[in-house]
Structures are given as structure tokens and as C-alpha cells.
């Protein structure tokens, strides 16, 4: 897919605007049927269907069509009992649904976005995981000073104190 020109006239359309366009291209009438409401409503003439072909393959990915997929998804997947409180599996299953609308639309510069995205957020999880150990360690190894510094423990009572900061037995 190429890159998107900055002057497009569809892409520059407001958010909503683009939803119900979408709508109407992907109903029976098809792209006549966007190309006539543009005209009649917003005063905009595109004559050209490869323009209407090329922004209809890529709106699904786009910010407003992911935004709008995104909310109806989760709103119906929480309305399930079996999903109540799992909001990570639910944001999981919402980016597979885009990964599968890529694929069935051929877009497969969306489908490699999307899995980058993915890989991104993975990558994201296991930083935030280091950084919790190493707080922890960082906590332990404050624990453990303040016990060293206190001159009024016996040799027991610090070896006690430091298997409860340490986890040992």
C-alpha cells in the first residue's frame, strides 16, 4: 500500500464524517453511493473509484475505525460473564479481530503494523516486569542497610530480619 498523500481528500475529512462515508460504501449503493452523499452533503466532488477503493481498504485502520471497533468490542465482551475483570484478554482479543479484519481485507501492511504493535506492547510488559524486580531489589537492598546500620540487634535477630526481607527460612 503506498503512503498516504497529505492532501487526501478523504483522509482529511472529519472523523465522523468518515464513519458514516464508510458506511454508505460498504452498503448496496457502494461507492457511487459515498460519492453522491459527499457531494450532496459536504460539497466535495472525488471522481475517481481507485480513490474511494484505496481509502475504503485502509479505513478500517484507521484512527476513527479502530477507535469505533475497539469501544464496540469491549462493550460487548464485557456485557459476558465469563469476561468480567479481564481486561487484558479482551484488549488481547481486540487486536486479533484487527489483525484478522487485515487479512481479510489483503492490507497486509496493516496486518505487519498491527503485529509490530503487538510485539511493541509484549516488549512494553517485560520492561515494566524488570523494572518491578529491580524495585524490589532496590527495597530489599534499603531493608536490608537499615538492619546493618542498627547497632542494637544480636547477630540472631539481624540473620532473622534478614531472612524476612530476603524471603529465606
Same mark, same amino acid.
Given at each position: 500500500?503506498?503512503?498516504?498523500? +497529505?492532501? %487526501? ?11 458514516? *462515508?464508510?458506511?454508505?460504501? %460498504?452498503?448496496? /449503493? /457502494?461507492?457511487?453511493? /459515498? ?5 450532496? =452533503? ?7 473509484? +481507485? ?33 468480567? /475483570?479481564?481486561?487484558?484478554?479482551? %484488549? ?17 501492511? +496493516? ?22 524486580? *529491580? ?10 542497610? =537499615? ?12 540473620? =532473622? ?6 524471603? +529465606?527460612?
Amino acid at each position: 500500500m503506498s503512503k498516504r498523500r +497529505g492532501d %487526501s481528500k478523504l483522509w482529511t475529512l472529519p472523523a465522523p464524517v468518515q464513519t458514516e *462515508l464508510y458506511a454508505l460504501c %460498504s452498503g448496496e /449503493g /457502494g461507492y457511487a453511493a /459515498g460519492r453522491e452523499w459527499l457531494q450532496r =452533503q459536504h460539497g466535495l466532488l472525488v471522481r475517481s473509484d +481507485g480513490t474511494f477503493s484505496r481509502w475504503w481498504a485502509a479505513y478500517p485502520f484507521s484512527l476513527p475505525a479502530a477507535t469505533d471497533f475497539a469501544q464496540t468490542f469491549e462493550r460487548e465482551l464485557t456485557k459476558l460473564p465469563e469476561m468480567e /475483570g479481564q481486561a487484558d484478554k479482551i %484488549s488481547r482479543l481486540g487486536q486479533v479481530g484487527f489483525e484478522m479484519m487485515a487479512l481479510r481485507n489483503q492490507n497486509l501492511e +496493516g496486518y505487519a503494523m498491527l503485529k509490530k504493535l503487538r510485539l511493541k506492547e509484549a516488549e512494553q510488559k517485560l520492561v515494566e516486569r524488570r523494572v518491578a524486580i *529491580l524495585e524490589k531489589k532496590a527495597a530489599q537492598a534499603d531493608a536490608a542497610k =537499615q538492619v546493618t546500620d542498627e547497632p542494637d540487634l544480636t547477630p540472631e535477630e539481624r540473620l =532473622q530480619r534478614y531472612r524476612q526481607i530476603f524471603g +529465606g527460612g
